[in-house]
């Protein structure tokens, strides 16, 4: 089978519920891996911006990356799109020889709108000569035959309307041909003879349709004049009367042996529910919703890669990806988190390293590589550092996020203090945000001892509004806990400025008692100096479930 190369795609792409960094390192990433020369790489998120972020991307006025519901495999991504087609009216001597050609096995018909009147498999073209009860009546057309036979038209009479006659032979003696005839109607019969005169004088005298004259010999003139008289359209064959014969019932057109009875695939069916589909037929086409082909699956497509690469950042857990990432070609990670389940069946570049962020390291990319950074590019991953650090002041900050600061704010124009705190001022209200998405837009789910408890994080300026808040967020907190079966649901405030936190968390007494926090108000616990849930309040939570539980 004839195999097509399809295009490929691949995307840079952050985890579920992107945050800042996510967003900007799969921005960065993707235009350094254009600039040097990859194509068809596009940056791509897995969910909505939040308000930081879309704060970020109108500043520097940059395209938000492209919104992937999912990337499982869909019928539009594994289709063949340069297909051999043929038009409804192409003999089927035409479409044999491009199957022999092509190496193909199946074949869709097309009308004039590109919409499929049927498929036309080997097998399909083998049952029609295999049966002999209607292979001597044959539907076609002047040009099919003129053209499948290579024959010169003498008369014609048919003006361009569809011909369907009985062929019979003219190896006959006369009367036999004439008791053969005499049952027809003269006009729906043609006749194919070599140089016999008797027989041809009979067949024009009868007023038969369609005289072909076998082994390239003309007719006499008299008779011609006489089959004008009697409206008989000649053809003459260079062929002898058995290929003559074989070959006109191969100048039917492809569309009389299409029953319409064909499977179909639309472009956004998923590739994974299209095999039993395939089980018993050659190929499926893929048709839009007018109806016009699109392309054409067969079993090879499915065995080959979908053509959608994925470039993860910002996370390297299969169950932090879009989903249909752990089917997808995941071509290269970075990341700078834990190391979870990833495996894949080739190597490849695998960057996995302690920094604050991942933006950082996409940075050091085109810092390293003499890649030259446009100005909203070295700002927008300013950005991915600072919202990721905390303005460099959380806990994970290494040094090599300060020094690529220093080389970034160069190359933006822009003072890392001043940028950091306009992105943290103009998206710190608590109050704006609102305590459904001050909760949920970064609400991970840990475990212990076989217990769940889920820690949100917001940052703020002041504590004020949070007090003003409070109960609204507790009940988000108790809807989180329900959701997602927690036995504590927590939020983590850090005041960016003064460089502390509190936890606001409800959840069994039991947990609550042994926080170990100082309590300031109920419910709310006072984390001096903590701003990183990741390395600060997840493994105390940790270390408190192990001991109680
Ligand atoms: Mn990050």
């Not at 014609?156 to 006659?165: A, G, K, L, M, R």
């Not at 608590?430 to 609400?443: I, M, P, Q, T, W």
């Amino acid at each position: 089978m004839k195999q097509f190369m399809k295009k490929e795609i691949t995307y840079v792409i952050g985890h579920k519920n992107p945050d800042t960094d996510s967003i900007c390192s799969a921005i960065g990433l993707a235009e350094l891996k254009i600039a040097e020369g990859s194509k068809n790489v596009v940056a791509a998120r897995a969910g909505d911006l939040n308000p930081q972020t879309t704060f970020i991307l109108d500043y520097f006025k940059v395209q938000p990356p492209r919104f992937l519901p999912d990337v499982h495999a869909k019928a539009k991504d594994i289709m063949s799109v340069d297909i051999v087609k043929v038009s409804h009216d192409t003999p089927l001597r035409k479409v044999m020889e491009l199957m022999r050609q092509e190496e193909i096995r199946f074949i869709p018909v097309l009308d004039e709108g590109g919409r499929p009147k049927g498929v036309l498999t080997l097998m399909d073209l083998a049952k029609r000569y295999i049966e002999t009860e209607s292979s001597q009546e044959i539907t076609t057309s002047f040009k099919n035959i003129i053209e499948t036979l290579g024959a010169t038209s003498i008369l014609d009479f048919y003006n361009q309307s569809e011909i369907t006659v009985s062929m019979l032979i003219g190896a006959m003696a006369e009367e036999s041909f004439l008791s053969i005839i005499c049952g027809k109607n003269p006009k729906e019969c043609s006749l194919i003879v070599g140089d016999r005169a008797d027989i041809q004088k009979k067949a024009i005298e009868k007023g038969i349709g369609l005289l072909i004259v076998s082994g390239g010999f003309s007719p006499d003139a008299a008779l011609i004049d006489e089959a004008k008289k009697n409206s008989v359209s000649i053809l003459v064959s260079p062929y002898d009367t058995a290929t003559t014969a074989l070959l006109l019932r191969l100048s039917t057109p492809a569309c009389k042996l299409c029953d319409g009875q064909f499977e179909k695939a639309s472009p956004e069916d998923l590739a994974d529910d299209l095999k039993h589909r395939l089980a018993n037929v050659s190929g499926l086409t893929v048709l839009d919703e007018n109806g016009v082909m699109q392309g054409v699956i067969t079993k090879s497509n499915l065995l080959q890669p979908s053509g959608t690469n994925l470039i993860l950042v910002d996370h390297n857990e299969l169950s932090q990806a879009i989903d249909g990432a752990d089917k997808a070609n995941i071509v290269e990670v970075v990341d700078h988190h834990r190391i979870g389940d990833f495996r894949t069946s080739t190597p490849i570049p695998f960057i996995c390293e302690p920094v604050g962020s991942t933006s950082t390291l996409v940075s050091e990319f085109y810092k390293r590589r003499n890649v030259p950074i446009k100005k909203e590019i070295a700002g927008l991953l300013l950005g991915g550092v600072m919202s990721d650090t905390v303005i460099l002041k959380s806990p994970t900050t290494t040094e090599r996020d300060k020094d690529i600061v220093k080389w970034l704010e160069e190359q933006s124009g822009l003072d890392h203090k001043k940028f950091g705190s306009e992105i943290f001022a103009a998206t710190s209200s608590l109050k704006k945000r609102g305590a459904e998405a001050a909760v949920n837009s970064d609400y991970k789910v840990f475990e212990a001892k076989g217990k769940k408890f889920g820690v949100g994080q917001v940052e703020t300026i002041g504590f004020d509004e949070f007090f003003e808040v409070k109960a609204s967020l507790m009940e988000e907190l108790d809807k989180a806990m329900k959701k997602k079966g927690v036995v504590l649901s927590a939020l983590l405030i850090t005041d960016i400025v003064v460089e502390t936190s509190l936890l606001l968390a409800i959840g069994e007494k039991e947990v609550l008692f042994n926080l170990n926090y100082p309590k300031v108000a109920e419910n709310v616990y006072e984390l001096k100096n903590v701003l990183s849930r990741k390395k600060q309040v997840v493994p105390h939570l940790i270390n408190v479930f192990n001991e109680i539980y």
